[in-house]
């Protein structure tokens, strides 16, 4: 049986802290991305990102999911 956190998976535990942190344009990333499943392009343009700030923003993002993971 898999291990669990207040009745949930410990990944989607995990996950859920990891998107309670971030923050501003960070949390509207994850959203957009992993929560309602957006083209990147659509996120991006939502948020008047340039792709430089987009790329940066979304890499914070990224590397906050993976220290979830550990």
Known sequence: ???SVAGKPVLAHRL???S???TGQAAAIFD???IK???EDSVRAELAMTPE???RERSSVL???M???R
């Open 1 to 3: 049986m898999a291990e």
């Open 16 to 18: 859920l802290q990891t």
């Open 20 to 22: 309670t942190r971030l």
């Open 32 to 34: 957009g991305l992993f």
């Open 37 to 39: 499943g957006l083209p």
């Open 53 to 55: 700030q987009f790329s």
């Open 63 to 65: 590397r906050s999911l």
């Open 67 to 69: 220290c979830a993971l």
